[in-house]
């Protein structure tokens, strides 16, 4: 009965009621997606790599080892020999490995040096492959496959030549002139470091910086007195390679145009020197933490594996300002509604003295009147929750392909957990304090003074 007279009694005031259930329900609506883009992006950040179990690299430290190899920041102090790198691979409880080779850059654009293996095994966010917008994976010794960032903002496209730099400042005199790469594939967006790197294979790659080694021997001056003729036999040396050059160029271009994706071409079968760090994949991944100790623990040859999860996680503790920050904003979301209701609760009591005047004189007593003044903030806050979980779902399944490719955000299922089932008890508890308030100031109104309308 007190329902029927509560939802009664909101029909004669709807549009104080609808104002008040927009107001609920935006409140809410913010709340719940502050909560779930938190606890996304924290889930995200972690799956920045995916399905990769160990990451092997010189001892440099676990953070430093880390974002060298997945955020490209900063580069391991030391390179791994390629005869650690096949005894990691032969272990049995490998499944694939990856090599990268780090310490060039593009344009500030770092380069790695790897194999088609990454193409193939590296994944991000919930166990996303990599994809190619345009054009394929390496399909000769030069190739080079760039991300989707570098492609829009250096306007870059399948067969534009690039000129790597040695080194990993933004601006550098230390060009691979000689050894230009020819872009194969643009990777789709992914929102992770990915897109703003520039994959050349580990062969492309070492002879480049053999060739550059070759070319200042070259042009050093010879202190003989033949000076004139040693300088027309350099100039006709280079002429010869730039026409050979030319050559190999236009011989690449009509194979890869013959090819038009794929070729013949094996990045896998070239063995470099050394590398500087190697993405694993086990068999099983309850092993991984039994690799990681045998390769920590060799003294042979000093190396040093780490969990990405765990350096993530750790990674993530200290970028925890930004969690606080979410937090804090949410917490005013929170006040801000508890506000605002208090607001309309007592806005409402003012309008209905004379009813609850009314409902006191045909026997209401002072509990049936609290309840009926809770029962309707409880009807208004609970269709505002689900007017909130609808609208957030919605949203989030709009606006969720948008936010994993631009940002790398992905929204992953449930949406609701534990934390949204705590802000709506809190939203349901504070209701019902909130309204005790204007349900007080209506039972100390007194009976005579509502009849009477002051």
């Not at 054009?135 to 492609?151: E, H, K, L, P």
């Not at 202190?223 to 236009?250: F, G, K, V």
């Not at 020197?273 to 190697?278: I, N, R, W």
């Not at 809770?374 to 989030?396: N, P």
Request: charge should be negative.
């Amino acid at each position: 009965m007190l329902g029927t007279i509560a939802l009664e009694s909101l029909k004669r005031r709807r549009h104080t009621a609808i104002l008040t259930l927009v107001s609920i329900t935006i409140s809410i609506c913010l709340l719940l997606s502050v909560d779930i883009i938190r606890t996304q992006v924290k889930s995200s950040f972690t799956r920045t790599v995916s399905g990769v179990d160990l990451i092997v690299g010189a001892p440099s430290g676990q953070l430093n080892l880390l974002l060298s190899s997945v955020f490209n920041i900063g580069t391991p102090t030391k390179g791994i020999a390629w005869d650690s790198v096949e005894s990691l691979s032969s272990n049995k409880q490998v499944s694939w490995f990856i090599p990268l080779s780090l310490g060039d850059t593009h344009k500030g654009f770092r380069v790695v040096g790897t194999t088609n293996r990454f193409f193939t095994h590296f994944k991000y966010g919930n166990m996303q492959p990599l994809r190619f917008a345009h054009g394929n994976v390496f399909n000769a010794q030069r190739s080079a496959v760039i991300g989707a960032d570098i492609a829009s903002s250096l306007g870059y496209s399948v067969g534009d030549n690039i000129v790597i730099s040695h080194g990993l400042g933004n601006v550098s005199f230390n060009n691979h002139d000689t050894h230009p790469f020819i872009v194969s594939g643009v990777l789709e967006k992914t929102g992770t470091p990915v897109d703003k790197a520039v994959y050349v294979t580990l062969e492309g790659l070492e002879g480049a910086h053999s060739n550059h080694t070759s070319s200042s021997t070259l042009k050093k001056p010879a202190p003989t007195h033949s000076h004139d003729m040693d300088n027309e036999h350099e100039h006709e040396y280079e002429h010869e390679h730039e026409h050979e050059h030319e050559h190999e160029h236009e011989h690449e271009h009509e194979h890869d145009n013959a090819n038009n994706s794929k070729s013949d071409y094996n990045s896998d079968t070239f063995e470099p020197q050394q590398v500087s760090v190697v993405m694993i994949g086990l068999k099983h991944r309850v092993t991984a933490l039994q690799l990681q100790y045998q390769v920590n623990q060799n003294k042979d040859t000093p190396l040093m594996a780490i969990l990405p999860g765990m350096a993530l996680a750790e990674l993530w503790q200290i970028m925890g300002n930004i969690e606080a920050l979410l937090l804090a904003l949410s917490a005013l979301i929170v006040i801000c509604a508890l506000i605002g209701l208090a607001t309309m609760q007592l806005a409402t009591m003012r309008e209905r003295y004379q009813e609850i005047a009314v409902l006191r004189t045909i026997g209401a007593g002072p509990l049936t009147l609290l309840l009926l003044i809770q029962i309707e903030a409880m009807l208004i806050t609970t269709a505002g929750i689900v007017l909130s979980l609808l609208l957030v779902a919605g949203l989030m399944g709009i606006i969720g392909p948008w936010l994993s490719s631009e940002y790398g955000l992905f929204i992953s299922s449930p949406l609701f957990g534990q934390s949204s089932v705590f802000i709506i008890g809190l939203v349901l508890t504070s209701t019902y304090l909130v309204s005790l308030f204007p349900a007080l100031a209506a039972y100390k109104r007194g009976l005579h003074a509502g009849l009477n309308g002051r």
